[in-house]
T-cell receptor, first 113, second 119 residues
């Protein structure tokens, strides 16, 4: 257990469904991130939250909607997704500054059918 | 924008031998951090080693060591005495110092290198 927990581990959803991914960290960090990992592509940063405020939206389509109610929880709300959105979604947390690495969850494997 | 490039999609190594993974990056910053992460089939991204750009000494963690060439913007990872458990995807990553609050702590990753270990 790394201190960053993602649920669910696997998700299959239709293009008209609405679902949410959840991430929780128990490390006392103040920054949280969503990354997308697709086959044959580098990890893509989607969103950054520092001190619960969104500081980065890497041109992510509006069908992905993040929410950070507090420094320990991060959600990614999904609606009307496309098959090309199928990927591994990784959550990470860290301190905003200083020499600390990011800690990752085990990811949610999302399949859009 | 910072970019990280890993030119080797896959590397194979015999158990107990040594393998070196290459990584180059592009930045205009003088102070930053570099990391190597390991992602085994379990998908868990695990930090292997880190290097601060202001330190000239290469980082070492047990069987893992780096060759950091700041002028060349090169950051290679050497795995010595390879073990079966070393088989995984390895990602090189770059991060700014994060001193400015808005910049945060975001990591920019390379495309990854798959390491295969032959018994």
């Amino acid at each position: 257990e790394t201190g960053v927990t993602q649920t669910p581990r696997h998700l299959v959803m239709g293009m008209t469904n609405k679902k949410s991914l959840k991430c929780e960290q128990h490390l006392g960090h103040n920054a949280m991130y969503w990354y997308k990992q697709s086959a044959k592509k580098p990890l893509e940063l989607m969103f950054v939250y520092n001190f619960k405020e969104q500081t980065e939206n890497n041109s992510v389509p509006s069908r992905f909607s993040p929410e950070c109610p507090n420094s320990s929880h991060l959600f990614l709300h999904l609606h009307t997704l496309q098959p090309e959105d199928s990927a591994l979604y990784l959550c990470a947390s860290s301190q905003v500054s200083g020499n600390t690495e990011a800690f990752f969850g085990q990811g949610t494997r999302l399949t859009v059918v | 924008a910072q970019t990280v490039t890993q030119s080797q999609p896959e590397m194979s190594v015999q158990e107990a031998e040594t393998v070196t993974l290459s990584c180059t990056y592009d930045t205009s910053e003088s102070d930053y951090y570099l990391f190597w992460y390991k992602q085994p089939p379990s998908r868990q991204m695990i930090l292997v080693i880190r290097q601060e750009a202001y330190k000239q000494q290469n980082a070492t963690e047990n069987r893992f060591s780096v060759n950091f060439q700041k002028a060349a913007k090169s950051f290679s990872l050497k795995i010595s005495d390879s073990q079966l458990g070393d088989a995984a995807m390895y990602f090189c990553a770059y991060r700014e110092t994060g001193v400015i609050k808005a910049a945060g702590n975001k990591l920019t990753f390379g495309g990854g290198t798959r390491v295969l270990v032959k018994p």
